[in-house]
């Protein structure tokens, strides 16, 4: 998808190892930045800690993680229990 008014250009993204998805965006003389969801992992909780399922909001030039900043998170859990946005495919 092409932004007509910055010419920037939006194309799907994804990283099978990182476990992300998302956009990378490039504006006209090259330059990339990406916009991507990180699902959390809670494997690592302990037997009586609560696993709540998040997803995190990145933005950053590296399509990493580990090196681009969260913006926000998302309790997937509260949309399940509203009712809102879920299915029961």
């Known amino acids: 998808m092409v932004d007509t008014g910055t010419g920037a250009v939006w194309a799907p993204w994804a990283d099978r190892d990182l476990g992300v998805v ?24 302990a037997e009586d800690e609560e696993a709540v399922p998040n997803v995190f909001i990145y933005v950053g030039a590296t399509g990493n993680p580990d090196t681009d900043g969260a913006v926000t ?16 495919d």
């Open 22 to 45: 998302g956009f990378r965006a490039t504006d006209t003389v090259g330059r990339q930045q990406y916009v991507y969801l990180n699902p959390s992992d809670t494997s690592g909780l």
């Open 73 to 88: 998170s998302v309790d997937v859990l509260q949309f399940i229990e509203s009712g809102t946005g879920a299915s029961e």
